[in-house]
Each structure stands twice: as structure tokens, then as C-alpha cells.
């Protein structure tokens, strides 16, 4: 505060935290000041004493202090300082009788005064005279630690600290302490074990009692699941009888093990004379007698055992020895049980079930006790207790079902969303809950209305047989994880809603399911079951609670525990009658008590002798209100010895104060008998002098004295924020009366839900629900509002300022609520009931009401009641506003509470043209005619205009035809005679006519199936439909339709014209093709455009893009296929609605196809896949498709009968020429018809048997031929039979001469001119290429446009792999990077551009998304489809190497085009080479002319391709030369065994070239006779790198560095320049080749040969081939002599 107000802060301590005291209520009373240098901002009386807290944290003493040794005298009249604690910080005070107690800053508690009871905590003294530490400390944490506590309060001999945990620590004497003792005093803090584990929120001591505000919610980190055993004893809370029609469902238990205290209804049969007979008694004496159970020691929970636990059995006859308080059996009241109480019903059915049947239920749960004997409960504690040691469970609170039962039904098992209630495990719970969630359906979003009719009160014991101990174990166990949480949901309007939903759904519902069939769904099973969320949750975490619990415990002679006895309580107890009565602050005189609630009401009980409690009821041992006129809103107590003091609003601006109890006399001496005397309040009075203090903060009471703190009203700001929490306050008074005076008493009413109707009741309940929201949230603030006003008063901590969304949110669908009612014409409908209930003037919602209009009808009175919350809307905004006027404008504040009034301002404008747009429209549905209305009306559709006035008319309408539009806010409605059609607002679009030169005001409007025109009567008109259609469009796409309300700053700034692009969700209904299929995507002017996802009603989908109305784009679309029970499934490129481009298709028999499509059919290359899932045999396609069917060339492997065929096709059948081999190694080539071989051609068998001529079926011979056997014989003539049989024939049988070599010349077989033309191969695959360049044929086109069309792939696949960053690797991502950059140049290609272009293809081919990387992706799938697997046969190697060269050829047609600069094959480059020195490892330059000067399309291209044909190609060379390779590799073994001076000697080396050293693992060594692989090691290494490398052009320069070392080896040994002749070179390199060992070198020298780049033959390259060659010639004939 002080930072905030500008002026007046010199003379600071004149205007805020003045204190004034005085005595009684007498008019002659003036209260004095106390006069002090700074503001006081708390204040504590003790008897005769009083404790000040200033600002700064000083504490100040006044009044007798007995205990101060160096006073004068012991009645100090001026404030003194206790300068013992002006080193601390002090944020809290508190007086007891004769003792004092603060809290510093960072928990620390100090004590003084009076201690011979031990209320200061410190041992030994009698007397404290300063204030004095008192350590708290936690034994349990090890090492100890200190408790920080948060506040303390006194009381006569004891004293009680909350702790920042929210737990409450006790010292001191007497049974109000709740501790479990009977030593006393305590001396050392102890930890009051019976509350812990709640969160308590505040704590009171009068003389000898004890109070606790304890919230019921328990905090979020230990969520608890709720019960569905007993804690104690373990045996079910709830109960099913089986009735012949119906369930009873009961939870009467009541624990015979007698510590369930704290749930229990503690209460004598006859009031304060407990039954002492039956406290003796152990056991029962008869069935129906509940079981006694007694106060005492409860474990806290089965997770922590307390410190010095009594097993459960014994504390029911004992007794603590030191209270002396008679203890008293807790008899259950039966009664309790019968009637429906106001805490809902216990029982489910349609009925009220009749006590008997009840009591007989709690007997038999009496009698049935589940343990044996007393031992085994001792036993089984004990078990519990050491599980959960070891287990080092949180501490969950205390006895199990209490807390959560007993707060008020509504709370029981609803939950938070997020936070699912846990299903029980034992079957009878799952039952329960399977029967909720059966219900589910019927009792709509209210599922937990339900949950809570059936949501047990009191429980009543019944045994499951079976249910093992262990079983309970191990559901404790598994109850720990899986535990629920309590909603913090508002009680009574939650009450309703149970009340409600019960009237509404469940007499029909629960009373017909039969026992069976709950028996029959308690399967037990563990999962969770999310309730519909109760209430707001409680993650308004800066709000204050309103679920709370007041407990009490010490001395009760004078009633003042509230417990309806005059019992003493050695340990906390709940008061049960004020459970959801929203308690917010307890206050304790000497033996009075005091508790103010939310709705700003004071209950009281206890000791009345003086009037204290402001009433004259009885019982006074329970609470009662204390009797104020309307009007008086409560928001401040305090209690002294025999009085009360309340701070309160009344109608003036400032607070009044109210006295109730004992007139003090201004005379000191009275005696003791006067006083007994004295007059005294029968209810409290007004102080009259409470005008002249200004404006009251707080309250507090203490002795016979009387304190308030009060402010000045500086620049209106304490007046602003008086007036602001108290217009919250009445707000909330106002919201609680309409929920207790009208719905309360509605929902009562048995005929409410038939008055209703089906849909209005499900609205109205939606409306409570809303409401009780708003009434919580409201609640929730007024109490925030006033400990703000008490306390901090930093405007930076007003919850209306930081979470004003959750006000207006709240409030937007608390007014949607209402308005669906009133559309639907609910308040109508409540008006008979509300005669019903109210009478025929229904005086109570007059009033209510605040109507000042008379003679309105009673269900606009009830419309305008439902509405008031906006009104407080303005009122907030009025507030906040005048609050901001006590700023600097220029401030933060100003502008934080300017920014925040302008919301509430414009919500509630925003609201008011809401309820306007409501009544509008339920105006409107009066006056249409009805057949219409039941199907266009619905709860959350506003009328927006209509043209009934002729003002908008169809073009080229029929005479007599009746045209009516109608625009509401979600759809535009065309209706006619007796039709109507509705057009939905999202996918609608309208745009003006020109009048220009058509002079009529026209709007074509346009929807995806219809587009039509409207004619306005006049410009005015047509503006304002335009209007009003794209504004109703705007809205309806920006989500603010219906519920979602979002706050109106949205709704003002709206753009004039709605996007034309949109996504929306649309059913067609006519349109052929989509016929009742369902879109919902991207629109663009009333086509789909864009993504989305069409389903039809026979289960087809597409996903994918849109253009203009038709699938276009990449799409997924998958068919159901019913007869296979599978579906078709699409997923590729489509165009124009139809299948297009590259797509996968699965189709539901198994097959897949992967390839081209256009039309919807097959076409272009692709490859099908079929088999593996299907019983037919599995095959694959791989080749040209032409509409569907296989035609063109393509290759078929038949994997079961184990042939490939590569071939032509037409229309599915093998037709023109073709190949086929088999797994037995069978050969043919020829000529097929009709998928058989039919016409010439050529057989050969594995062993070279060969047949030449005519067939007619598949292996069939049938006419002339030659058949050549593999010695060269052969048969000329007719043959017919199928090959592998028996052939018959006529012909001549030749054996060739051996000297007739002309003839067999002419035999020879030439394979390979029956097969396809390798140029005929793979046409469409290279098509597709030319046509992804923009070509409609090879060679065809512009070269820019095929650059632009692989910008656009390769962008387009960029943007795809930024939506999907899995797709694509890194490097992947790099090289497309890198190809955005197009190598562009001009005029001859030079070697430096040649490189460039050759780097750009290696990337290009890199990546499938490039379209020469997609090509030659392709090609390498098809080459190996060909030729990998039972196409591994040598007899296709020429087509192999044909086929690779084709691709060449072909794919450099490609790149000439792309680089049209680029010379033709065998072209040289422009300039000369530069050169390049250093680019081979001897460093010496070679003379021969490099082979990059000269352009190939091998030199470009095989690098790229070759490694990725390799395998196959290599293998196929492998099985050609697989003799020759044999025997040459024989004779390599066999050489290699010599030592290498005898190999060199053998292979006729020259003696100047054998080696004399040589280096091994860098030693020099002598060569000897013995050495062996050591000579020419280099060279021999460097040579076997061949095999390694893939192009040719690689292989040889392998070839011609070997070469090199070998010259290095043998410069070095001759130490002089010398030129090889050939004859000196062939042995040495015949000797590095021998010593290579390489395997395939036949395999590599015919690779080589045949691919070898052409303009190489001849240079250097050439000759060291040719070498090579030789060598390998020469070893095959090497004869060993």
C-alpha cells in the first residue's frame, strides 16, 4: 500500500492501520486509540492484555503484563515495544489468557508470558518475560527438522501453530490439545497426529476447546482414491439387498473395531447424559444395536503405523486415564438413515425403502465380523503397519473413508477431469461402477449425479466370503497407485444436481437392472472410469476454498465443540452439521465459538450465559446462526469471554460493527456477583459509534476488550476497495439465495422433468450447472477480496485482474446456458412448475427477481432473474475503473486495471446482444409455423435476420411460389411451402451482383452444391443480408457458434468479408460421385481445395488434397472389400478426381502395386507384386502397363514353377518376342503368341545341348529345327514332344569332321537376336522421365521448362520433408540442398564446366526426388528384378551388358538435353586440358592423353551407375567364366607355393630385376632362397585393389599404378633411369599377378573389355590392359616344367 497512493504518505500513520479499543455496547462508549508511529496491521487481545504487529514487523505489548519484571507497574497504558524481537521480522501475532505468541518471517515461533502450564513450550519457567524461541521440531524427518509454521493461536493453558505444511502442533495442558496423552503439560511442540494429512486452513483456542478449519479437498500430489472398504475393519461400504424389482444399494457400515471416530456420528441418545451402562460393554447386547465404538489412539492411516500404536482391538476399553471428561460410546442414530436427509439419499431406488429392512442390513453387517477372533486383528495390523514401513508410503490422512464420505454427498466419487476415479477391484465395486457407467448413457453428461445417488453415507458392514486378507493386502497395495481425487465441486448446487438427475433419469434406470445382471458385470478389473468434472476445479489456485470442514476437540461442559453434547473431545472431531456450510474463518471466545461462512453468516454455539452467540436457539451445543436483519452481510468475528464482535455491510458505504454478549460497565470495581448480573444482548446491536472510526478492516476480541482496525479513506482507494468486496459479497448472497430459494425447492418438485421435456430438462440442467460454477468462481472471490482487503492490498494480487479469463469464460457459458433455455422456451415451461411450488403469484421470484416492472409474465420474470449476472459485469468494470482512478495515470497499475475493466465492459456488452440475439429468436420461433420448428430449432442457434417481409426474393422464382430465408448464426434456411433446406453457414459463400448494368440488387450465393441468386428489395437491404450473411459466416468459422463464447474483443474488430479459403465440414447430398459422403478439409469458393478427408457411408475414405471439387494431388484412399474382409488401399497421386501419376496400391486380395496410374488405371511402369497373403501362387510384375493391362515390355517371375520371363506383352498375355530361364538352368529365346511359346525359336539346356526351330506350346517342340549336342553332333529335320520327354523325330544325324571348321563356323550359335532389343527395354520408364521433364517425347521439349519442372519436384519435396524431418537423413537433406543450385553456362563446354555438370549428376542421382535420381532409381530396381535370382544365368550376360549400355546411351540422351552445350559422344572439349600436376601418387605426369578431355557417356555416367548394377552384373560374368576362372586359378595355387627368387627364376625375370633387400614391417631384409611374398609386396597390395573398385576406368587405373610401383621398385634397385621393353616387363608383372591371387580375374579382365570407355583402347590404358590380359591367358597355359 504504501507504494500506491501518491499523496499523503508524509503523515502515513495518520490514514491507515489505526487500532481503536474499547469495552461493551453502551451509547456512551468511545472508543480510544492507541497511538502508535506506524500503522498497525494486526492486532491480539488477551484477557488483559493485547500483542500489536506494525508495519516494518515490530510488536508492541499494552494492557497488564504481569510478567514483565522491571515495570513500574504491571498495567502498561502506552504501547511498549518488545525489543527482544526487533531483529525479526513479525508476520503474525496472537494473545492467549495471560501468554503471547508470534511467528517471524521465516517460521520461527516466540513465546512470553504466563507458562506454568506450559503454554509458552519452554520447560522450568513459571514466567517468560520476553518473547522467547520455541522450537518445532518434526521427530519423524531424520535428522529432526524444524517445522515452519505459519501462525499461531493461545488459548488459557495451551497453544496451537499450523505449520506451512497445514498441519497443527500443540504444547501446553489440558485435553485440548488432541494430542494422545495424558501427561501434561507438554512442554515440547507435538504434532497433532488426528488431523494429519488434512490440509487445515486455520486454527482457534478458546479457554479450554479447540477449533480447525480444515479444507475437504485433499491436496493435489496425494490424490486418494475413494474407498470401498472399510479402513479399519476392512469390510465393504457398500452393500446390494436384492430386491424381486429392484437393488437397494446401502452404506450403512459402521466399524466394529470402534476407531473410526472421526466419521462416526458421535452423539448421546440422550443429550449430555451419556449412556454409561453400555460404555462398560464390550461387544453388543442385541442384533439390532449398532456397534459402540470409542475415541481414542487411531492408526493413521494402513500406510504409517503412529509412533506407539495400540493395535486396533484394545482402545475399545481404554479409557485416556488423565480426562477426566466422561467419554462416550458413538451410537449410531438410526434415524439418520431413514428419511432423505439433507445429504441425499442412501438409497437408489424409486421408493424410499422403509427402516426395517436398513436396520437388518446393519445388524447382519454387525454380527458378521470378518476376522475369527481379536488375535488375528492384531496380527493383521501389524502386518499392515511393517508392509507399509517398508513400503515408506507418503502419509496419506487419517481413517479411510471419513474425510471424503462425510463432507457433503456431492462429493464423493465425483472427480477432477484430469484425475480418473480408479475402479474399485473387488467385484462389488466394479459392479457399482459398471452399473454407472451402463447408466452413463441415460443420465448424460451428469455421470457423477448418479455416482453420487448411489454414494454411500454411512457404510454398512458385509462380509464377502472369500475376499482373503491377503486379497485386501494386495489391494491396498494396488489402491496406492491408482488412487482418485475429490472434486472441489459446490455443494449444495451440486446437490441439485444429484436431486435432479435422480428425478429426471434414475428411477427408470436403476430399478429395473436386475441383481443378476450386476453380478454378472462385476468382473473385477482394474481400470480407470473418468466421471463428468464437478465444479471448477481447484486450479483456481489463487482462489480460497470453499469446501471446508470446521473440527473441534477439548473440553465441551458449555457446548462449545458443536458436537449436540456437553462431551469432552481428547482428539479432533468434525462438526458435522456445518459440513458445506463453506466455512471461511473460525473464532473461539472462553467458551463460546464462532464460524463465518461464505454466504456471509455467522453460526455460533457454546456458552450463551451473556448472549455472546447473537441468538437465542437451542440446542446451544450445536450450531445455529446468529440473528441478524437482511441484509447484513457478516465478513469479519471476533470472540472475547462473553462477547462476539462482528464486522459486517450494511446499506451505508462504510462497514458497521454489531456487539453481541455482556454490557461493561464504565465503573472498574465491580464485584464478582454484579458481573453475574450485568445486562446483557439477546441478539447483537449495532455500535453506533462505528460510523465515526472510518472504514473498518478487521475485527478481534479478547477478554472483556474489544478491538478494530481501521482506515482512512486516502484518494478513494479504501473506500473503492471496501466497495468492491462487498458488491462481491451481496453478489454472492444474491447467487446462493436464487440457488436456495428458487432451484432448491424446484428440483424438489416430482413433475419437474415431465413439465420439461427431454431436451429443455438436459438444458436446465446444464444451467445449474453453469450456474453453480459461477456461484462457486463468485464465492471463491468474495472471500479473496476480503482477506486482499485484510491483508496484502497490492492491487497486483487481484485475482479479477490476473485470471480475468476465468471470469469471463465463466460467465460466457453461464449466458449460453441461459440463452439455450430460453430458446428452446424453458422458462415457459418452468412456469407451472414454479406455480406448482411458489404459489399462483410466485411472490418469491417477484422478489428474487428485482423486476421492476409490474404485471410482467412469470417466465420473462424468470428470463430477466437468469440474466442478473450480467449486470455485475457493468459492476466490475465500474469498480476496477473507479480503483483506477486512485493511480497515476501513467502507472502500471492504472493500466492493468484499465485493460481489465474494458474486458468486463465489453463482455457484458458482448452478453447483453447475446441475450438480445436469444429473445430474438425465441420471438421468432412463436411466430413460425410448427412443422418446421421441431426440426430447425436447437438450443444453441440464434436468429440473426429473416425475410418474411418479401425483402429477399429467389431469382427466377414461380409465380405463386413462397420463397423464405432465414439466416441464423450457424445456417441459412431456405423454406418453402412445406420444405425446407438448410444450408450450413461454414461452406457457404456470398458475393455482390453489380447493379451496373443490370439495375437489380442480386447476392449470388453459393454452397458446394447449389449456387443460387437473391434479390433485395433496395440497396439498403441487400447491404445489409451481405451484411449480415459474412458476418454470421466470420463468426461461425472463428468458433464463436454456440458455446464457445470467446471474450468479445474478437466479436467487435471483425473483418468485413469472410476468407474465401476455409475449413469446414460439409455432407453432400446430391452431388453423384460424393453422394452422402461426408468432407471436411480446405474450401476455396465453394469447392474442396486443399486437405481434408472425404467418407463415404460405405466405409470408403480419401485423405489427401483437393482442387477445385476434385482429389488432386498425393491422397490415401482406402475401399473396403467385404467379401475378403479387408479393403483396397490407395496411397499416391491423383488428379482431377482420379488416380494419377506415381501410386501404391494394396489391394485386399494381397496383391501390391507400386507404380504409375492414370485414370484410375494401371499405366506406365509398375511393378505387382502378388502371392504371400493369397493361396495363389506368388509372382511378381515388373514393366509397361497400358489401361490396366500388362503390355509393352516387362519381366514375370513366376517364383512357384521358378521361370522368368523378359519379354514383350499385350494385354495381360506374353505376345512377340521374349526370353524365359529356369531354376534347372533352361535357356530360351523366341517368339511367343497367346502367353505360350509359339513361332521360332532357340533351347539350350545347362550342358549347351541346343535346340533351333519351331514350337508351338511352353517347352513344346513341334516342326523343323537342329538339334546340336554339346560335342558338336547334330540332328537336322521334324520334331514334336515336349523338351525333357521323350522327342520324336525325322531327320539326318551329322558328326562334323574335325577338319570341317567351316560348318561348324556356321553352327555356332549367335544367342541373343530372338530376345528384345536392349533399346527396346524399359521404354515407358525412360518416358516417364522425359514427361517429369515436361516432354511429351523423348528429345520433345523446351530444356528451361525441364529445369523449372525440377525446381518444382524438388521444392515441392522439400516442403514436405520440413512437415516430416523423418523421411529424409541428413546427408539426404544436404544433397537436395545443394541441387537448388543449377549449374547454368554458356557457349562450349570447357573441362572445368564438364566437371561441374559431372558433380551436378552424381547428385542428381542421388536422390529419388531428383527425376534423373527417380530414373535411375528405377532402372537399378529393374536390372536387378531382371537379372538377380533365377535370372542369374551366364546365358544373359551379352543382354546384360547391352542393356547397361543402352541405359548409358539413353540417360546421356538426357543430360544433352539438360546441357545442350555438351558435345556428342566422342566429342571433344573446347579448350586444351590444363594440367593437373600431382595427380597420381609417384607425382610424375603421364604422357598418354587423358580420357576426360574426350566426352562419353561411360566416362560420365558409369560412375554413377555401375556400382549399383554391379552385384548382379558381376555374378553373371562369374558364372560365364567359371571354367576358365578354375583353371586358372588352379595353376595360381600351385605357382604361388614356390619361394618368390624360384617363382622369378621360373617366370624367366631377368636377373637385374630380382630384388636383393626388401622392407618387412619397415625392417630391411635379405632376400633368400627361402623368402616368400615379400618381393614387389607393393605393387602385388596395390593390384588387388581390382577387385574392389566398379568401372572399368577405375579398374585400370589399378592396373596402371601397379605398373608404377613396380618402375619405382626397380628404379631403385638399378639407382638409374631406364625404358621397359616389353619382354623385360611381362615376366616381372606375370610375377605380381601370380602373387595377387585374384580370384575372378577372368570375370574382371571381360568386365573390363566390354565396358571399357571406346577412346581408350589405344592409349596407355589400352596397352597396360592388353598386359593383363595376357598375363591371364598366359597363366591358364602356364605348364609347369
Not at 376 to 399: F, I, Q
Request: with cysteine; charged share 20%.
Amino acid at each position: 500500500m504504501e507504494k500506491q497512493i501518491s499523496c499523503g504518505e508524509e503523515d502515513g500513520s495518520g490514514e491507515k492501520g489505526l487500532l481503536h479499543t474499547w469495552r461493551g455496547y453502551s451509547y456512551s462508549t468511545t472508543p480510544e486509540r492507541l497511538l502508535l508511529s506506524r500503522p498497525v496491521l494486526q492486532a491480539a487481545l488477551g484477557a488483559r492484555h493485547g500483542v500489536l504487529l506494525v508495519e516494518g514487523g515490530q510488536v508492541y505489548s499494552f494492557g497488564e503484563l504481569p510478567w514483565k519484571q522491571n515495570q513500574p507497574s504491571s498495567v502498561v497504558t502506552e504501547p511498549i515495544l518488545e525489543a527482544v524481537l526487533s531483529e525479526q521480522r513479525v508476520v503474525f501475532v496472537a494473545a492467549g489468557f495471560a501468554h503471547s505468541g508470534v511467528v517471524t518471517e521465516d517460521g520461527g515461533v516466540h513465546m512470553w508470558g504466563e507458562n506454568a502450564h506450559g503454554q509458552c513450550g519452554l520447560s522450568g519457567l513459571s514466567f517468560i518475560p520476553n518473547p522467547t524461541p520455541v522450537g518445532v521440531l518434526d521427530p519423524e524427518a531424520t535428522p529432526p527438522q524444524t517445522v515452519k509454521i505459519l501462525e499461531v493461536a493461545c488459548g488459557d493453558q495451551h497453544t496451537l501453530a499450523l505449520s506451512a505444511k497445514h498441519e497443527v502442533w500443540a504444547w501446553g495442558s489440558g485435553c485440548q490439545l488432541g494430542l494422545n496423552t495424558s501427561t501434561f503439560p507438554v512442554w515440547k511442540p507435538q504434532k497433532v497426529e488426528h488431523l494429519a494429512g488434512r490440509h487445515v486452513l486455520q486454527v482457534a483456542c478458546g479457554a479450554a476447546h479447540s477449533l480447525a478449519l480444515v479444507r475437504c479437498l485433499l491436496p493435489p500430489q496425494e490424490p486418494r482414491k475413494p474407498q470401498d472398504k472399510c479402513g479399519q475393519c476392512h469390510q465393504l461400504l457398500y452393500t446390494m439387498t436384492d430386491k424381486e424389482d429392484h437393488v437397494i444399494i446401502s452404506d450403512g457400515h459402521h466399524c466394529p473395531l470402534g476407531v473410526e471416530l472421526d466419521c462416526s456420528e458421535t452423539r448421546s441418545a440422550s443429550e449430555g447424559s451419556p449412556d454409561q451402562s453400555s460404555r462398560g460393554k464390550q461387544g453388543k447386547s442385541s442384533p439390532t444395536e449398532p456397534v459402540t465404538s470409542m475415541p481414542s489412539q487411531i492408526p493413521k492411516s494402513p500406510s504409517t503405523p503412529p509412533p506407539e500404536s495400540t493395535p486396533a482391538s484394545e482402545p475399545q476399553n481404554q479409557v485416556p486415564a488423565s480426562s477426566q471428561e466422561p467419554v462416550e460410546p458413538a451410537i449410531e442414530d438410526s434415524a439418520e438413515l431413514d428419511g432423505p436427509t439433507t445429504n441425499g439419499e442412501v438409497c437408489v431406488e424409486a421408493a424410499e425403502t422403509s427402516t426395517p429392512e436398513l436396520d437388518s442390513c446393519r445388524a447382519t453387517g454387525g454380527k458378521s465380523s470378518p476376522y475369527p477372533d481379536e488375535q488375528a486383528v492384531k496380527a493383521y495390523l501389524k502386518r499392515l503397519s511393517d508392509h507399509a514401513l517398508a513400503e515408506h508410503t507418503t502419509k496419506t490422512p487419517s481413517t479411510l473413508h471419513s474425510a471424503q464420505l462425510s463432507s457433503d454427498h456431492a462429493d464423493h466419487f465425483t472427480s477432477d477431469p484430469l484425475i480418473p476415479v480408479a475402479q474399485s477391484v473387488t467385484p462389488m465395486g466394479s459392479a457399482l461402477n459398471n452399473l454407472v457407467v451402463s447408466c452413463a448413457s441415460a443420465v448424460g453428461e451428469r455421470v457423477v449425479s448418479t455416482y453420487e445417488a448411489l454414494s454411500l453415507r454411512k457404510v454398512i458392514g458385509y462380509w464377502v466370503p472369500g475376499e482373503g486378507r491377503e486379497r485386501v493386502e494386495e489391494r491396498l497395495r494396488l489402491e496406492e497407485p491408482m488412487q482418485g481425487k475429490k472434486s472441489s465441486s459446490l455443494g449444495d448446487i451440486r446437490e441439485e444436481e444429484a436431486e435432479l438427475s435422480r428425478r429426471l433419469s434414475l428411477p427408470g434406470l436403476l430399478s429395473q437392472v436386475s441383481p443378476r445382471l450386476l453380478r454378472r458385470t462385476s468382473r473385477p478389473r482394474a481400470r480407470a472410469i473418468p466421471l463428468a468434472a464437478g465444479g471448477i476445479p481447484e486450479a483456481d489456485a489463487h482462489l480460497p476454498s470453499l469446501q471446508t470442514e470446521v473440527w473441534s476437540w477439548g473440553c465441551g461442559q458449555e457446548g462449545q465443540l458443536g458436537h449436540g453434547d456437553l462431551l469432552s473431545r481428547p482428539q479432533p472431531v468434525c462438526v458435522k452439521s456445518l459440513n458445506g456450510k463453506e466455512v471461511l474463518r473460525v473464532a473461539a471466545g472462553a467458551h463460546h465459538s464462532l464460524a463465518l461462512t461464505a454466504q456471509s453468516q455467522v453460526f455460533s454455539w457454546g456458552c450463551n450465559a451473556s448472549g455472546q452467540l447473537g441468538h437465542m436457539e437451542t440446542p446451544i451445543t450445536l450450531p445455529h446462526l446468529t440473528k441478524l436483519s437482511d441484509g447484513i452481510r457478516v465478513w469479519d468475528i471476533g470472540a472475547g469471554q462473553q462477547h462476539t464482535l462482528l464486522l459486517a455491510d450494511g446499506d451505508c458505504i462504510q462497514p458497521i460493527l454489531y456487539y453481541s454478549g455482556q454490557q461493561v460497565k464504565e465503573v472498574m470495581e465491580q464485584t464478582e456477583e454484579e458481573e453475574q448480573t450485568a445486562e446483557y444482548t439477546q441478539q447483537p446491536v449495532l455500535l453506533p459509534f462505528c460510523m465515526n472510526l472510518g472504514y473498518v478492516s478487521s475485527v478481534c476480541a479478547g477478554g472483556r476488550t474489544c478491538a478494530a482496525l481501521t482506515d482512512r479513506n486516502v484518494m478513494g482507494f479504501i473506500a473503492s476497495l471496501h466497495e468492491l468486496a462487498a458488491a462481491e459479497r451481496k453478489y454472492y448472497c444474491k447467487l446462493s439465495s436464487i440457488n436456495g430459494l428458487l432451484l432448491q425447492p424446484l428440483l424438489k418438485l416430482d413433475s419437474l422433468s415431465s413439465a420439461l421435456g427431454q431436451s429443455s430438462a438436459g438444458l436446465l440442467q446444464n444451467l445449474i450447472g453453469r450456474l453453480g460454477r459461477l456461484s462457486q468462481l463468485t464465492g471463491q472471490n468474495s472471500a479473496s477480496l476480503t482477506s486482499f482487503l485484510q491483508r496484502s492490498r497490492d492491487i497486483r494480487g487481484l485475482v479479477i485482474l490476473d485470471d480475468a479469463h476465468l471470469f469471463l469464460d465463466t460467465y460466457t457459458e453461464y449466458c449460453s446456458a441461459v440463452g439455450d433455455l430460453l430458446v428452446m422456451g424453458g422458462f415457459q415451461a418452468l412456469v407451472k412448475p414454479c406455480h406448482d411450488v411458489f404459489g399462483k403469484g410466485a411472490e418469491v421470484i417477484q422478489k428474487l427477481s428485482e423486476c421492476s416492472e409490474e404485471g410482467l409474465p412469470l417466465a420473462d420474470v424468470l428470463a430477466h432473474l437468469f440474466y442478473l449476472p450480467i449486470k455485475h459485469l457493468h459492476e466490475y468494470g465500474r469498480l476496477l475503473l473507479k480503483l483506477a482512478t486512485c493511480y497515476e495515470v501513467s502507472s502500471v497499475d492504472y493500466q492493468k486495471l484499465q485493460d481489465a475493466c474494458a474486458k468486463y465492459e465489453s463482455m457484458a456488452l458482448h452478453l447483453k446482444r447475446r441475450r438480445k440475439e436469444a429473445e430474438y429468436t425465441l420471438h421468432f420461433w412463436k411466430s413460425f409455423p410448427g412443422k418446421m420448428t421441431d426440426s430447425l430449432r436447437k438450443p444453441s442457434r440464434r436468429l440473426i435476420c429473416e425475410s418474411s417481409n418479401k425483402a429477399l426474393t429467389l431469382q427466377n422464382a414461380g409465380r405463386f411460389s413462397v420463397n423464405w430465408f432465414i439466416l441464423f448464426n450457424d445456417a441459412l434456411v431456405h423454406a418453402q411451402f412445406s420444405t425446407h433446406h438448410v444450408f450450413p453457414l461454414a461452406t457457404l459463400w456470398v458475393e455482390p451482383i453489380s447493379e451496373e448494368n443490370t439495375g437489380i440488387y442480386g447476392l449470388k450465393v453459393t454452397s458446394p452444391e447449389e449456387s443460387f441468386t437473391l434479390l433485395a428489395s433496395s440497396p439498403a437491404e441487400k447491404a445489409k443480408w451481405l451484411r449480415s450473411i459474412n458476418q454470421a459466416v466470420e463468426q461461425a468459422l472463428s468458433g464463436l457458434l454456440g458455446h464457445d463464447g470467446i471474450p468479445p474483443s474478437t466479436g467487435v474488430t471483425q473483418r468485413a468479408d469472410p476468407p474465401i479459403s476455409r475449413t469446414a465440414s460439409y455432407t453432400f447430398y446430391k452431388d453423384s460421385r460424393l453422394k452422402e459422403a461426408t468432407y471436411e478439409g480446405r474450401w476455396v469458393s465453394g469447392k474442396p481445395h486443399g486437405r481434408g478427408v472425404v467418407k463415404w457411408p460405405d466405409g470408403r475414405m480419401y485423405t489427401g488434397t483437393f482442387k477445385n471439387g476434385f482429389e488432386d494431388g498425393f491422397g490415401d484412399y482406402v475401399v473396403p472389400n467385404k467379401t475378403l474382409n479387408s479393403c483396397d488401399h490407395y496411397q499416391g497421386q491423383w488428379k482431377d478426381g482420379k488416380m494419377h501419376g506415381f501410386g501404391t496400391f494394396r489391394y485386399a486380395s494381397g496383391e501390391i502395386y507400386e507404380g504409375s496410374f492414370q485414370d484410375n488405371m494401371r499405366h506406365g511402369h509398375g511393378m505387382l507384386r502378388s502371392g504371400k497373403l493369397n493361396s495363389t501362387s506368388p509372382s511378381v510384375f515388373i514393366g509397361q502397363w497400358q489401361y490396366d493391362k500388362k503390355t509393352g515390355y516387362g519381366v514375370f517371375d513366376d517364383i512357384t514353377r521358378g521361370e522368368k520371363y523378359m519379354g514383350m506383352w499385350l494385354d495381360d498375355l506374353r505376345q512377340g518376342n521374349g526370353v524365359v530361364v529356369t531354376q534347372f538352368g533352361l535357356y530360351y529365346e523366341g517368339a511367343f503368341s497367346s502367353n505360350k511359346m509359339m513361332g521360332t525359336g532357340v533351347l539350350l539346356s545347362e550342358d549347351d545341348t541346343t535346340f533351333e526351330g519351331d514350337f508351338s506350346e511352353d517347352w513344346t517342340l513341334n516342326g523343323k529345327g537342329v538339334l546340336t549336342m554339346p560335342n558338336g553332333d547334330y540332328i537336322e529335320g521334324s520334331f514334336s514332344g515336349v523338351w525333357g520327354t521323350g522327342l520324336k523325330m525325322s531327320g539326318s544325324y551329322y558328326k562334323p569332321s574335325l577338319y570341317d571348321s567351316d560348318k561348324e563356323k556356321a553352327h555356332a550359335l549367335k544367342l541373343g537376336r530372338l530376345a528384345v532389343h536392349s533399346e527396346e527395354k524399359w521404354k515407358a520408364v525412360f518416358l516417364e522421365c522425359w514427361n517429369r521433364l515436361g516432354c511429351d517425347s523423348p528429345g520433345q521439349g523446351q530444356t528451361t521448362t525441364a529445369w523449372d519442372n525440377i525446381a518444382v519436384a524438388l521444392t515441392a519435396n522439400r516442403r514436405q520433408q520440413r512437415d516430416s524431418p523423418e523421411l529424409l537423413s541428413r546427408s539426404h537433406h544436404k544433397t537436395l540442398e545443394s541441387l537448388e543450385f543449377i549449374p547454368q553456362q554458356v557457349g562450349p563446354v570447357t573441362l572445368e564446366v564438364y566437371h561441374t555438370i559431372r558433380r551436378y549428376l552424381v547428385k542428381a542421382c542421388d536422390t529419388p526426388l531428383h527425376p534423373l535420381g527417380r530414373l535411375v532409381e528405377t532402372l537399378v530396381s529393374v536390372y536387378r528384378m531382371t537379372y538377380v535370382g533365377v535370372g542369374a544365368n551366364r546365358r544373359l550376360l551379352p543382354q546384360a551388358v547391352n542393356e547397361i549400355k543402352s541405359y548409358l546411351c539413353r540417360i546421356f540422351q538426357l543430360v544433352r538435353f539438360l546441357f545442350p552445350d555438351l558435345p556428342e559422344e566422342g566429342g571433344s572439349l573446347a579448350d586444351p586440358p590444363k594440367e593437373k600436376g600431382g595427380s597420381d601418387p609417384a607425382g610424375k605426369q603421364l604422357e598418354s592423353p587423358k580420357p576426360g578431355c574426350v566426352v562419353s557417356s561411360s566416362a560420365l555416367l558409369l560412375p554413377v551407375l555401375l556400382p549399383r548394377l554391379y552385384p548382379p552384373l558381376f555374378t553373371l560374368y562369374a558364372l560365364e567364366k567359371e571354367k576358365e576362372d578354375d583353371v586358372y586359378w588352379e595353376c595360381v595355387l600351385r605357382l604361388n607355393k614356390q619361394p618368390d627368387l624360384a617363382l622369378l627364376a621360373f617366370l624367366g625375370v631377368q636377373q637385374k630385376f630380382w630384388p636383393v633387400t626388401v622392407t618387412v614391417h619397415g625392417e630391411k631384409q635379405q632376400v633368400l632362397s627361402s623368402t616368400k611374398d615379400s618381393c614387389f609386396a607393393s605393387a602385388v597390395e596395390t593390384l588387388q585393389q581390382i577387385s574392389t573398385t566398379f568401372t572399368p576406368s577405375d579398374k585400370l587405373q589399378v592396373i596402371q599404378l601397379t605398373f608404377e610401383e613396380i618402375t619405382q621398385e626397380v628404379l631403385a634397385l638399378l639407382k638409374q633411369d631406364f625404358l621397359w621393353s616389353m619382354d623385360d616387363l611381362f615376366p616381372v608383372f606375370l610375377f605380381v599377378v601370380l602373387r595377387a591371387r585374384i580370384r575372378n580375374l577372368g570375370s574382371e579382365v571381360s568386365l573390363i573389355e566390354d565396358l571399357m570407355d571406346p577412346c581408350v583402347q589405344h592409349g596407355e590404358h589400352g596397352i597396360m590392359f592388353t598386359t593383363l590380359k595376357a598375363c591371364y591367358y598366359q597363366i591358364q597355359h602356364e605348364k609347369i616344367t
